[in-house]
Each structure stands twice: as structure tokens, then as C-alpha cells.
């Protein structure tokens, strides 16, 4: 491990060649390597958990207004039409696409609700000192729910429709598209800036069953 060691304080498992390897605090900034095959195990984040709670709580909000706000304004032949994001939903389910239409719900609105909420439930819990017995098996099922959360896909996929459309009618971007580019580089902040390993250690002080 690079950076200064310390007493070890737990072990941790390489996810590149599984190799079990004790644990040893490091100073803030600093990043643990495997001894194995020097994949990074891990940085320590100053002030992580404080860090990914403000930037969750702000994705949180963003995510709110990019839902009830409109995202862009279709003028076509004198003709103007106000679109949220729920409103391309409704119009798949219209015309057929039903199962289309519920990936898109679950993945761009319902999935990021339930893992933003869960996050910051289990931060705020972490922040304060709080471990209740279902810390662990909720963060654990966030963990699995995160790829779910595809939002920058989604996002690409409006990019391009907006390109192809924008040929033959005039779009304007509004205030929920703003806030949805502002949401995904929140929730990246937050995710970057969090070692889940350190509220698994601190579920495991409270409940040793618990775990990764």
C-alpha cells in the first residue's frame, strides 16, 4: 500500500485478483494499492461521508425539478408544445410501447428516486451516529439498485433525439434539462467522493454481522 501505515484495522479483498490483505488508515488523500497486483483498493476521502451527503441531498433536488419542470419546448410549424420528461413516457405507453415506456420510468425516474432517497437516508444515519439494524442490508440493496440508475444513457438519448428533431423544428432547452445535467454531475460527485467500505465499517461497529 502507498502512504504511510498505520495499524491495521480490518481486511479487505482485492476485486481484481481476490487477494485478502489487512487494511491500514492512511492520511487524507492518500490511496491504498493491492500488494498483489497493485490494483487501488481504496483513497481516503476527507470528510467522504459529510462530503456525499451535501452532493446526494443537492442530486435529491435537482432530480425534483428535472421531473416537474418542463425540459424543452417544441415549436413545429407555428405549433408550440411544453414536454417534461413524463410526458415521452405517457406517449410510448399511448402508442404501444408499454414495456419501453416502463424501463424508461423505472431507469431515468423511479430508480434514482430509490437509490438517491436510500442514499441519503443511510449517510445522514452514518453522519449522525446512528447504525439501526437495517442499515447494512438496505445499503446493500442500493448498491445492486445504482446500476439501474442510468441517467447519463438516458440523457444521451434525448441528446440525440433533440439533434435528429432539431432539423426540421425548432427546440428550446428548458429549466428540467438544466437540472438534470446539474443532477448527473452531483450524483458522480457523490459517488466519487464516497469509500463505501468506511460505512461498512462503521455498520460492522454496531452490528459485526453485517457486511459487504
Known amino acids: 500500500m502507498n502512504g504511510k501505515r498505520l495499524a491495521p484495522q480490518s481486511t479487505i479483498e482485492c476485486e481484481n485478483c481476490g487477494l485478502l490483505q489487512g487494511r491500514s488508515a492512511l492520511a487524507p488523500g492518500q490511496s491504498a494499492h493491492c500488494a498483489g497486483c497493485d490494483t487501488k483498493l481504496f483513497r481516503e476521502q476527507p470528510r467522504g461521508i459529510q462530503?456525499?451527503?451535501?452532493?446526494?441531498?443537492?442530486?435529491?433536488?435537482?432530480?425534483?425539478?428535472?421531473?416537474?419542470?418542463?425540459?424543452?419546448?417544441?415549436?413545429?410549424?407555428?405549433?408550440?408544445?411544453?414536454?417534461?420528461?413524463?410526458?415521452g413516457v405517457l406517449e410510448l405507453g399511448r402508442l404501444g410501447y408499454v414495456p419501453l415506456a416502463a424501463l424508461i420510468l423505472f431507469t431515468s425516474v423511479v430508480a434514482p428516486?430509490?437509490?438517491?432517497?436510500?442514499?441519503?437516508?443511510v449517510l445522514a444515519s452514518v453522519?449522525?451516529?446512528?447504525?439501526?439494524?437495517?442499515?447494512?442490508p438496505l445499503f446493500r440493496?442500493?448498491?445492486?439498485l445504482k446500476p439501474w440508475s442510468m441517467l447519463e444513457v438516458?440523457?444521451?438519448?434525448?441528446?440525440v433525439a433533440v439533434i435528429k428533431l432539431g432539423q426540421m423544428a425548432s427546440i428550446e432547452l428548458a429549466t428540467?434539462?438544466?437540472?438534470?445535467?446539474?443532477?448527473?454531475?452531483?450524483?458522480?460527485?457523490a459517488s466519487d467522493c464516497l469509500d463505501s467500505?468506511?460505512?461498512?465499517?462503521?455498520v460492522r461497529l454496531s452490528h459485526p454481522k453485517h457486511g459487504p
Open 141 to 144: 440493496r442500493l448498491e445492486l
Open 197 to 202: 467500505r468506511s460505512v461498512w465499517e462503521r
Open 113 to 121: 428516486l430509490l437509490y438517491l432517497s436510500g442514499m441519503l437516508c
Open 51 to 87: 462530503r456525499a451527503l451535501a452532493l446526494t441531498l443537492a442530486a435529491l433536488v435537482l432530480l425534483a425539478v428535472a421531473n416537474l419542470t418542463d425540459f424543452m419546448t417544441f415549436e413545429f410549424k407555428g405549433r408550440s408544445q411544453d414536454n417534461r420528461i413524463i410526458t
Open 127 to 136: 453522519h449522525l451516529g446512528h447504525s439501526p439494524a437495517w442499515l447494512g
Open 154 to 159: 438516458y440523457l444521451l438519448g434525448i441528446l
Open 176 to 189: 428540467a434539462f438544466w437540472a438534470y445535467l446539474g443532477l448527473i454531475a452531483t450524483a458522480t460527485a
